[in-house]
């Protein structure tokens, strides 16, 4: 009885070994090694035990050799049966894989069942949330007419909701309020009102973190620590601080331990209830309601680690160390910084938003701090490429010893490209112009995908737009630039998300700019600025002759190789023109991305019809065999299973890739 038992673990052994590679191949590799095995065993422990009390321990196949019990027929059912109970425990596991955002890579790091009770964690957690808009009216007025009163409706029953589900939705909700290209002036003003109470830290919670991250003692690194915070908000607080070695104050900001945990868990729940928010209204769909919390989502991961927003900081300090506009950014040191806290220089000062009393004090001329301001953040953007992403009022600082303005806060910092920044160039001088055609000229490069054919329309619309701005001493930002993204949407259009982030800050620094100065306006200035650019462009060749040569030269260098190939390849184009052989071509499939997605269309669709031809033959084949009462019906009844079972991997390989594909 014994050798029946080894030789059935060995059987069980081959045929897992076996079903682990062949749904492997079937399935595909991005699944997790613990899933695959998970699987595989949960389908061996059951078709196994099954297969024993129900058939094999009553025969004497197991007395046989093993090469012949693996060709018995009722083994090959076994082997079937774990195969497609394997497959199907992989449709489980990809419904169990909840959709969100990559926020941490512990996450994928986690065992399969603490994933599963997160899952189901996350499910009642949204039910709440669900409940929380339906008790709020969401429901109702989420397919509203555009009525001014109905509009409101939904802003007060937006805001309620993000109110009352707290945490990561207020925060959410904040940075909305800031979206004035996007939402009306009602949903600005209602999600305004969105407030978020944090308490500081512990004091022992803040020793913890700071001899976690910090390499010495606490006290060999200061030789005095502030335990309250002078500032405290939901990512982070901020104390004061001065160092051991040097004497030299400084601010210490600690990332709050519990907020990892928080994105790991709630801003999937965001992502799930912007998904139902904009799948329930055409409004929020065409808005990118969805999107716009996978993008609030990403730009909070990054703010929750601190190395990033020291690099930040240190790359936009070293883009503007040539500068010639006075704009103070505070040293980092990272000798003390990681992951969890950054150490940098304290400078004496305040918000521009409060700071009446030093403007007045050393006569601080508020035109030429905004111009200041204003011109550094155009170099920031057209030139160097990278710029503060959040210049809002807390941002900017008046430095008390030497009125310069401050910038601090770098969590958020966009980049823009050299095709972003030429347009951006062309779209401030259409509007300076009030010429569509230079608008329109810049737009094509800031958006992802555009179609000539829309230029015409697209012209007009912008004609449209900018006689709406147009008489007026001073060119409304905020109408502006919303208008522009209701253009872009109108025409299927989409900004590079760089690109987005640009004009946002802009708006957001254009209110700043008329806190320090009421009568400021961005593009009266940004004419001067182009006017002193251009200077500088064409004066820099004779001020610094040396380098121009040297630039001279090496653009030759690069660009002669191909000057000397351009006849013969003249003369060989010509050559193909006469020949006839040259036969212009367009259609879906010269797009490399709609070539592949009707490709993988097609290929699905027939692997689609194939299952369900194996289905119908097979179901056929069942059927007649019963009418047949001859030896050889065993074999149509075969036939038939197999293909059934057939049909059945094929439509749940289909399934599986269905769902992977929504996840995408």
Not at 31 to 53: A, D, E, G, Q
Not at 230 to 255: F, W
């Amino acid at each position: 009885m014994l050798d029946l038992y080894i030789k059935f673990g060995i059987e069980v052994i081959i045929a897992g070994v076996f079903i682990y590679f062949v749904t492997g191949r079937l399935i595909g590799t991005t699944l997790t090694f613990t899933k695959r095995i998970l699987s595989v065993s949960i389908s061996i422990i059951l078709t196994s035990t099954v297969y024993w009390f129900s058939y094999l321990q009553y025969t004497d196949i197991l007395k046989g050799s093993l090469f012949n019990v693996f060709l018995e027929v009722s083994t090959l059912v076994w082997i079937g049966s774990m195969l497609l109970t394997s497959m199907l425990l992989y449709l489980i596991f990809e419904l169990f894989d909840p959709i969100g955002i990559a926020v941490d890579d512990a996450r994928g790091q986690r065992s399969f069942w603490t994933r599963l009770r997160l899952y189901w964690k996350q499910q009642k957690r949204l039910r709440q949330v669900l409940r929380v808009a339906v008790t709020n009216g969401v429901v109702q007025t989420i397919k509203y007419a555009r009525q001014r009163e109905n509009e409101r409706e939904l802003a007060i029953a937006l805001r309620k909701t993000l109110e009352e589900c707290g945490g990561i939705f207020i925060k959410f909700g904040q940075v909305l309020s800031t979206r004035k290209e996007l939402f009306s002036p009602i949903f600005i003003e209602e999600l305004s009102k969105l407030q978020q109470s944090v308490p500081p830290l512990p004091e022992e919670t803040v020793h913890k973190i700071l001899q976690h991250s910090l390499s010495e003692d606490v006290d060999q690194v200061f030789a005095d620590f502030h335990t309250k915070p002078i500032a405290s908000a939901s990512i982070g607080q901020v104390h004061r601080a001065t160092l051991r070695t040097t004497k030299e104050q400084v601010v210490v900001k600690l990332l709050r331990p519990e907020v990892k945990e928080i994105m790991m868990n709630d801003v999937t729940i965001l992502v799930e209830f912007a998904s139902w928010f904009a799948s329930k209204s055409a409004w929020a769909a065409n808005l990118g309601f969805k999107e716009l919390a996978i993008s609030f989502a990403e730009g909070l991961a990054e703010e929750i680690h601190f190395d990033i927003e020291v690099r930040n900081t240190m790359q936009v300090k070293q883009a503007l160390a040539t500068s010639q506009y006075a704009i103070r950014i505070p040293k980092i040191y990272e000798q003390y910084s990681d992951d969890d806290i950054i150490v940098m220089e304290y400078i004496e000062g305040e918000s521009v938003a409060i700071a009446d009393f030093h403007f007045r004090r050393m006569n601080i001329d508020r035109h030429a701090f905004a111009q200041t301001v204003l011109f550094s953040f155009f170099e920031q953007m057209l030139h160097a490429g990278i710029f503060h992403a959040d210049p809002h009022p807390g941002n900017i600082f008046i430095d008390e010893q030497t009125g310069k303005p401050v910038l601090i806060d770098f969590g958020a910092v966009g980049r823009l490209g050299v095709t972003q920044q030429e347009g951006l160039k062309l779209f401030l001088m259409g509007i300076q112009h009030m010429d569509a055609s230079i608008v329109y000229d810049g737009l094509t490069l800031l958006v992802e995908e555009n179609d000539p054919t829309d230029r015409a329309r697209m012209e007009q619309a912008i004609d449209q737009l900018l006689l709406r701005v147009s008489y007026v001493d001073r060119i409304p930002t905020e109408e502006l630039v919303y208008s522009l993204f209701k253009v872009v949407r109108d025409f299927e259009l989409v900004f590079y998300s760089s690109v987005a982030l640009a004009l946002r800050s802009f708006v957001t620094l254009d209110g700043t700019l008329r806190v320090i100065d009421e009568d400021f306006d961005i593009f009266t200035e940004a004419k001067e600025f182009s006017a002193s650019y251009m200077k500088e462009v064409f004066l820099k060749p004779l001020k610094e002759p040396l380098a121009t040569k040297e630039k001279i030269e090496e653009e030759l260098a690069q660009i002669l190789p191909t000057i000397r190939k351009m006849p013969r390849r003249l003369d060989q184009l010509i050559q193909r023109v006469e020949s006839g052989k040259i036969i212009l071509h367009h259609d879906i499939f010269s797009d490399e991305h709609n070539a592949r997605f009707i490709t993988q269309l097609f290929s699905k669709l027939v692997l689609l019809l194939v299952g369900i031809t194996f289905g119908i033959i097979s179901v056929a084949l069942l059927a007649i065999s019963q009418f047949i009462h001859k030896p050889y019906a065993v074999y149509l009844n075969t036939t038939a299973y197999l293909g059934l079972f057939l049909c059945a991997i094929l439509l749940v390989r289909l399934s599986i890739q269905a769902l992977r594909d929504t996840k995408k």
